[in-house]
């Protein structure tokens, strides 16, 4: 049964996805692509700050550049109307052909560039489960289907958990690691074995609250996975960096984790007591870590702050069983 609460949530986003959430109020002729070079021949691009509402640290997903004389290769793909400007600030760095690019999870932030590079020739990697959340997307809030995706962007070669796929290029040896149903159903971390660096994707962030993407095959039990799969992944020196927010080392892992036990436990106390989603969510589950959470308490879009979003997924997880 809805309540009324929930009915509310759900007019409030019915009204606002005649659009999908990460192009709403944002003027990309304002975004600026930023290069920063972490290794050798490994680059971070991203997108200016104060531009993009749901992503205010830093418009749009990151992207990871690999260069050198074998050609590129790409982390993630940006928001479709930027294409040109990565596109001209690949150029930047070197004049060689993107030869590859590995989606890091379906959202729009990191994929909806993918058209525009595969109409240059560039072969797309991804998780089998991100292909097929192309090809059958799930429906709006509204019920409406989502609109159909440029079949230019599939990914051409996939890939499901198990072991890593390795590419060998540029000196580098680059593994795309499948994490288990975590930020989404198609998870991957990218590992630069000899750069030493992993491209860790949406299920660690620091700026803003967690963001398990249930919808779209994401778990709060995939995402506890994923952190600890990470802690054994990385060394203590190995440079982590998420799509959105500082990058790290894999001392943050730890209290990430907790944090996400804590409140999880707090929704799971709340539920036993019967509580509604709408008196948990109104509970302010996460103030204790509000202050360590940069962004938390910042539009999500469709018209919850990222902690309530947080605390709305983490109780639907626990009150529908774990996926
Ligand atoms: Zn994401």
Redesign the pocket.
């Known amino acids: 049964m809805k309540s009324g609460w929930r009915l509310s949530l759900l007019a409030i986003v019915a009204a606002a996805v005649s659009v999908p959430a990460w192009t709403q109020g944002t003027d990309y002729s304002q975004i600026q692509i930023i290069t920063t070079k972490i290794a050798p021949n490994l680059y971070i691009l991203s997108g200016s700050a104060g531009v993009d509402p749901v992503h205010q640290d830093a418009a749009g ?1 990151r992207i990871g550049v690999l260069a050198g004389p074998d050609g590129f290769f790409m982390i993630d793909a940006q928001y479709a109307q930027l294409s040109d400007k990565v596109l001209a600030a690949v150029k930047q760095i070197s004049s060689e052909p993107i030869r590859f690019l590995a989606n890091t ?1 379906i ?1 729009g ?2 994929t909806a560039g993918d058209p525009f590079f595969a109409k240059m020739g560039v072969t797309i990697f991804a998780r089998e489960e991100l292909r097929d959340e192309m090809l059958h997307p799930p429906p709006l809030a509204n019920g409406n289907p989502a609109p159909a995706r440029d079949p230019a962007g599939l990914p051409v070669v996939t890939f499901g958990l198990g072991n890593p796929v390795k590419l060998h290029m540029n000196g580098e040896v680059i593994d795309l690691i499948g994490v288990r149903a975590a ?2 159903g198609g998870d991957t971390m990218v590992r630069f074995e000899k750069a030493n660096v992993i491209f860790i994707g ?1 299920f660690y962030r620091d700026f803003g609250y967690p ?1 398990i ?1 249930r919808a779209n095959g994401g778990s709060l039990a995939g995402m506890l996975e994923g952190c600890d799969f990470l802690e054994k992944l990385a060394g203590p020196d190995t440079t982590l960096v998420p ?1 959105h927010g500082a990058i790290i080392r894999r001392n943050k892992i730890a209290p990430y984790r907790t944090m996400i036990i804590g409140v999880r436990d707090r929704v799971q106390q709340m539920i036993e007591q019967g509580k509604t989603e709408q008196e948990v969510v109104a509970a302010k589950l996460t103030a204790p870590y509000d202050a360590r959470v940069p962004g938390g308490n910042l539009t999500a879009g469709a018209g919850l702050t990222s902690a309530e979003r947080f605390v709305s997924e983490v109780y639907q997880e626990l009150k529908g069983g774990a996926k």
């Open positions: 997903g999870h959202h932030d990191h930020h989404t949406d963001y993407d799509g």
